[in-house]
C-alpha cells in the first residue's frame, strides 16, 4: 500500500518561503511520477509541479515557474516543493501524488495520478 504524507505548510508572509516535503512508503518508487498539486477554497485541484524518481521529467505550472522547485532525494523516498516568493494567490491546501510510469509523459490532472496524501495547508498572508 503506498502512503505518501506531506508537511512543512504553514502561514508565511508574501514574499516569504516555504519547504514542502512528502515522504513515500509502501513500494519501490524507482518507476513512479511523484506531483504536487494544490486546492484553494471553492476552486478546483490544480496542478503545481511534477518530477519522476529517475530525474527524466521535471514540469512546473506557469503559475509557479521560476518561484518553485521541486526535488527529490531517493535516499529518504521523499520529495520536495520549495517555494519561494510566496504571493497570496499560493494559499490553498498542497496535495501529493504519486502513479507509476512507463513512458515519459506530462502528468497535469489530477486523475492521472493513483495515490495522494492528507494535503498540508499554506497560508500566505501579511
Known amino acids: 500500500q503506498v502512503q505518501l504524507v506531506e508537511s512543512g505548510g504553514g502561514l508565511v508572509q508574501p514574499g516569504g518561503s516555504l519547504r514542502l516535503s512528502c515522504a513515500a512508503s509502501?513500494?519501490?518508487?524507482?518507476?513512479?511520477?511523484m506531483g504536487w498539486f494544490r486546492q484553494a477554497p471553492g476552486k478546483e485541484r490544480e496542478f503545481v509541479s511534477h518530477i519522476y524518481w529517475s530525474g527524466a521529467s521535471i514540469y512546473y505550472a506557469d503559475s509557479v515557474k521560476g518561484r518553485f522547485t521541486i526535488s527529490r532525494d531517493n535516499a529518504k523516498n521523499t520529495v520536495y516543493l520549495q517555494m519561494n516568493s510566496l504571493k497570496p494567490e499560493d494559499t490553498a491546501v498542497y496535495y501529493c501524488?504519486?502513479?507509476?510510469?512507463?513512458?515519459?509523459?506530462?502528468?497535469?490532472?489530477?486523475?492521472?495520478?493513483?495515490?495522494w496524501g492528507q494535503g498540508t495547508q499554506v497560508t500566505v498572508s501579511s
Open positions: 509502501g513500494r519501490t518508487f524507482s518507476t513512479y511520477a
Open positions: 501524488a504519486a502513479r507509476q510510469v512507463v513512458t515519459t509523459a506530462t502528468l497535469t490532472r489530477p486523475h492521472e495520478y493513483d495515490y
